[in-house]
């Protein structure tokens, strides 16, 4: 029986715990880790059974499969852990694997096996297809409410009053690599478009925020010598957390199945 531990206790770590707990994915919740320890008693008590609140360290050895659902900065921890060594790692927070690549090819010499769910995208079989025969241009525009990007460190050092935007505007326009560093809990997206295609630096990515808009949008469109290819996702945000689209939690659930 696989052993999953849980690095994150917010809406998709929690989520993916109770699918666990449920025996919607086969296996045994054996640990949890949050750096809040309130968030990981608060789920602890909703689960019918109990796994342990424990330290990264703990988790992983304690884990054949870990779930990163904490942000890019669990994914550099994790993956800096010699214990992480012929494990499975799920990453949710994508943009985690861009901005280190050599933290990533070391882990793979230790034969970590990565998963990456498709997240909140539709088409990247397309799109790795497409690399194949050579992509000229890739683009992704991200249109999202504007609660949905709060705290972003790009909105913050740009000083963009995201209450004030009363129609859609384009808060960014960057390539993937700016945009995981601009905003690291929301455009995981465009990582997960570069590493199907042309990498982070020549993936281009525009960002709108939409007061009218109830969705996160996510449009992808491919330039390859195998033809264009354009999908559109429109995802309800979940709701306990507007950054989050539902579909993101539902493609890790599908992915441990």
Known sequence: MRRFGVVGCGVIGSEISRAIDRGII????TALCDTNLQKAQTLLKKLNKKPRVCSLKVLIKQSDVIIEAAGPGAVALLLEHNEIARK???????????TNPTLVKRASQKQTKILLPSGALAGLDGVRAASVAGITEAVLTTT????????????????IDLDGITKP??????????????????????????????????????IIADPHTKTNTHQITVHSKA?????????VPSPSNPKTSYLAVMSAIAALK
């Not at 086969?26 to 919740?29: C, E, F, I, Q």
């Open 227 to 235: 033809g264009v290819i354009t999908t559109k996702t429109e995802n």
């Open 26 to 29: 086969s296996g045994r919740l």
């Open 88 to 98: 499975t790692l799920l990453v949710m927070s994508a943009g985690g694997l861009i």
């Open 169 to 206: 505007r384009c808060i960014f326009s960057g390539n993937v690599m700016q945009a995981v560093k601009g905003f690291p809990a929301n455009i995981n997206v465009a990582a997960l478009l570069a590493m199907a295609g042309i990498g982070p630096h020549k993936t281009k990515v525009r």
């Open 144 to 159: 999202k409410p504007p609660r949905g990007l709060k705290g972003a460190p790009y909105c913050i050092q740009h000083d």
